[in-house]
């Protein structure tokens, strides 16, 4: 997303620093005192805590507490107070002497979780997952951070290890990671390639600088291979720059055509984002993928093109992040990331999805269900349809509002079955020697076997080996529970095996043929002749995809 700078008075910054506290809002109710006696109120409460408060508080820290209690309050996760060290620090990140780990975070329920783990990073090879909750950082506690304080502490100087707890569904006990930072360079588009007749496949992971050029390089090789239309997967894609989303919804659009509107609580501030350009693709059929970690600038994507018509959107509801952040420089070196603005789609949808607590603990409870929990091991966003606000696209299409992208189709992954969860939960417990077991024996199997080919199967020989050699690296596992979770043993064999053997576009592809979300939106693109067409076969058949297959 874009920062932007505007000012602030100083009086806004009193006023709000006077009502961080419940009760005192409450008395500026009931008394009806004027901005001067709230603060003279404000000064006399700080004195009596300063001198008479059982445990020493020194004046610093209780203006520190009363600046972070006050954004607290404001129930935004993304609105928060920057230290001058951490402002500092900020800076510095943006250098080449530091590193990270390749994972996309984002706050939910009060705690910090991946929401997207980047192809060949660190991350990916430790064996972290879309959906662990931080527990711990370096040994502190990661409860409450913010997404800025998880980065700056999950950052640092290249080649240094940082260890994380996390708590993952469906397993009992946390998990611990040693990573060691690398400087992450990742592609937007990892994957496109052609997925089936006809159809073309890009992944686009990321919204970064390169995000749009890498797309419509893409696009243009697919249809050199034949694709007359394009599956474009925004799964798990957590955003990222305003004008990469802006831009990618370019390609698709007519020119003049509204993208995004940003609604500031100033009106000057406030913009609509139109395409720029005729649309690069006309002609082209396009699905549209995405889920509950689908956010930010793949939400503006998914609701532009499915407002005006342009694609079909499949998958389960996104995760609603459509606000828009100033960065305002403080004195004394401090800083303030503060919410300013909301984002809308081209019909008016607020893709921000406005929970209360109430809401938010009912969330925790269903992502700590086992039953919502993948057969990949990940966990499966539920499909959010309630309190949506019905609106109608151009061509009068019925679409729905009230926070995150409602796809056209509701499709949902498949689930583990107990036998599943239970080797997850096992596994889990040594999730390091796991995924290092897991890389040994793919390495040691493609060499030995020259002769593999990329359509390779599963044996059960492969299977007793890589069991042999769980065995050997002390997973504690039985036979019975290995065997029991077969389905997800050959998965990561085929693709840790793939990996290693062809690399990371042929792995993906091993996934394919077990996607329902994926193999949805190839049947309904193979049928539709045009985009009419598939948006009436969209119309049709709502039920069809969320059958059980």
Avoid: C
């Avoid at 009596?48 to 508080?57: A, D, F, K, N, W």
């Avoid at 530091?98 to 990916?124: F, N």
């Avoid at 828009?324 to 990331?337: E, F, I, W």
């Avoid at 729905?400 to 599943?420: C, H, K, M, S, Y």
Wanted: glycine content about 10%; charged content about 25%.
């Amino acid at each position: 997303m874009q920062l932007k700078r505007t000012v602030v008075a100083p009086a806004l910054v009193a006023g709000m620093a006077l009502v961080s506290g419940g009760w005192l809002l409450q008395q500026d109710v009931n008394g009806g005192g004027s901005v001067f006696a709230r603060a003279r109120l404000f000064d006399e409460v700080m004195t009596h805590v300063m001198e008479r408060y059982v445990e020493p508080q020194s004046e610093a820290e209780l203006y520190q507490k009363a600046v972070e209690g006050l954004l607290r309050e404001l129930g935004d996760p993304h609105t928060s107070f920057m230290t001058a060290e951490e402002y500092a620090q900020l800076h510095l990140q943006t250098s080449g002497e530091y590193g990270g780990l390749g994972i996309q975070i984002s706050s939910r329920d009060g705690w910090v979780t991946a929401v997207g783990i980047l192809p060949e990073t660190p991350a990916e090879r430790a064996g972290v997952r879309v959906g662990d909750r931080f527990l711990e950082i370096d040994g502190q506690s990661a409860e409450g951070l913010s997404d800025d304080q998880a980065v700056q502490r999950l950052r640092g100087r290249k080649g240094t290890p940082v260890t994380v707890k996390v708590q993952r569904v469906g397993v009992e006990q946390p998990i611990t990671f040693t990573i060691v930072r690398e400087e992450i360079h990742v592609r937007s588009v990892p994957h496109a390639y052609m997925v089936a007749p006809g159809v073309g496949y890009a992944s686009l992971v990321m919204f970064s600088a390169t995000s749009t050029t890498e797309l419509r390089a893409a696009i243009d090789r697919l249809r050199s291979e034949g694709a007359r239309s394009l599956v474009l997967d925004l799964r798990a894609n957590p955003g990222g720059l305003l004008d990469q989303g802006v831009g990618v919804s370019d390609l698709f659009l007519k020119r003049g055509e509204s993208v995004v509107e940003i609604r500031a609580r100033d009106p000057r501030e406030s913009e609509t984002y139109r395409a720029a350009d005729d649309q690069a693709y006309e002609g082209l059929t396009v699905a549209v993928l995405v889920d509950g970690y689908s956010a930010s600038a793949a939400e503006i994507v998914a609701g532009a093109l499915q407002d005006h018509d342009r694609a079909i959107v499949l998958g389960t509801t996104t995760y609603g992040k459509g606000s828009v952040q100033t960065l305002l420089p403080l004195s004394g070196g401090n800083a303030l990331k503060i919410t300013t603005a909301k984002w809308y789609t081209p019909v008016g949808r607020s893709i921000q999805k406005e929970a209360t607590r109430g809401e938010g603990q009912e969330e925790a409870r269903v992502e700590e269900d086992d039953e919502v929990l993948g057969a990949d091991g990940t966990p499966v966003t539920a499909a959010d349809t309630t309190r949506k606000v019905p609106y109608r696209t151009d061509s009068g299409r019925t679409v729905f509002g009230g926070g995150g992208i409602v796809p056209d189709l509701i499709v949902r992954q498949d689930t583990a079955v107990e036998a599943e969860k239970e080797f997850f939960r096992v596994a889990s417990r040594s999730a390091a020697k796991f995924q290092n077991a897991l890389f040994a024996y793919a390495v040691a199997y493609e060499r030995a076997h020259p002769e593999l080919r990329p359509d390779f199967a599963v044996t059960p020989e492969m299977r007793r080996g890589f069991y042999d050699r769980l065995r050997a690296a002390g997973v504690d596992v039985t036979w019975e529970v290995f065997q029991g979770a077969q389905r997800f043993i050959d998965a990561r064999l085929i693709d840790e095996i793939a990996r290693s053997k062809f690399g990371v576009s042929v792995a993906a592809r091993r996934d394919d043929p077990t996607d329902r979300v994926l193999q949805e939106a190839i049947r309904l693109l193979q049928q539709a002749p045009n985009t009419q067409a598939l948006l009436r076969a969209a119309q049709q058949q709502p039920a069809a995809a969320s059958r059980s297959r």
